[in-house]
């Protein structure tokens, strides 16, 4: 890449900074977030504050000051992302899935003994529910959520200390009191409901059977008008619409029965 190359390309990311920052009142803040976003692009594996700010040649101290202490709202600026994204991916389809990102410690928000797909199994690691705008040749991340376990949540987790060290760890990681573990099909219709305040709807949404076996969630779609196509378990059954549970006579001895619908195989020999 000659000077000329460098200089054109120099100009897009400041015009890109522009745009994606344009809600910010302060311009120190626009300048910060210009360097963050380079010390992103720029090549290097490692993209936590240290290794970034040593290959842009700044303290580290200024874009871990930006992400973590500098008060400015990140709505606006997802917003603008995701039109940016948009306008060049132009999705066939929204796919929602969620990705596991491995730790060592259990300080991180939301960490804890979960399944990830990405690691293939139960292991200590954060995950991360998305909606990506998606073609046969690209895609692209439209909306993000944190996913908390219950063992986060210290309304779900017994009272006493076991409540208290799950409140210490909240505040430590400046979790706000408003946030509480949701189920991951849950977040989705939010994210979901976010896109469309924002103006976008999407072509038809794509999902595994992670989300597809959950009624709600589909019921949930239905409901918004949204087209789908989303995997379901080989175990699953289905029932017409008019099917009902029925609850089997009580003999007196042990647990009394819970409704249940009746076997798929035998209504549909009935129908």
């Known amino acids: 890449m000659d000077a000329a190359d460098f200089a054109a390309v120099g100009d897009r990311l400041d015009s890109f900074v522009g745009q994606v920052f344009a809600s910010f009142a302060r311009s120190d803040q626009r300048r910060v977030g210009g360097l963050y976003l380079r010390g992103l692009m720029l090549d290097g594996r490692r993209k936590s504050m240290q290794p970034m700010a040593a290959r842009l040649g700044v303290d580290h101290q200024r874009l871990q000051q930006f992400i973590t202490d500098s008060p400015w709202d990140v709505v606006p600026v997802r917003r603008v992302l995701v039109g940016l994204a948009t306008a060049v991916v132009q999705p066939d389809a929204w796919v929602i899935d969620d990705t596991g990102h491995a730790k060592d410690g259990d300080s991180s928000a939301c960490v804890a003994r979960q399944y990830s797909g990405t690691l293939g199994k139960v292991g200590n690691c954060q995950v991360a529910v998305s909606v990506h705008g998606v073609t046969d040749a690209a895609s692209a991340p439209l909306d993000w959520r944190l996913f908390m376990p219950e063992s986060w949540d210290d309304q779900l987790v017994a009272a006493g200390e076991a409540a208290e060290a799950v409140r210490r760890r909240r505040l430590k990681c400046r979790i706000p009191d408003t946030e509480r573990h949701r189920r991951k099909w849950e977040m989705a219709l939010e994210m979901l409901d976010e896109l469309r305040q924002w103006g976008h709807q999407p072509p038809v ?19 918004r008008g949204i087209g789908y196509v989303v995997a379901i378990k080989g175990a699953t059954s289905a029932y017409p619409a008019a099917a ?5 006579p009580y003999s007196g001895r042990g647990r009394p029965p819970i409704a249940r619908y009746p076997d798929p195989r035998s209504v549909a020999r009935t129908s």
């Not at 949404?205 to 409901?223: H, I, P, S």
């Not at 009902?244 to 089997?248: C, F, K, L, N, S």
């Open 244 to 248: 009902e549970p029925v609850t089997a």
């Open 205 to 223: 949404v794509v999902a595994d059977a992670g989300y597809g076996d959950a009624t709600a969630f589909r019921l949930g779609l239905e409901e």
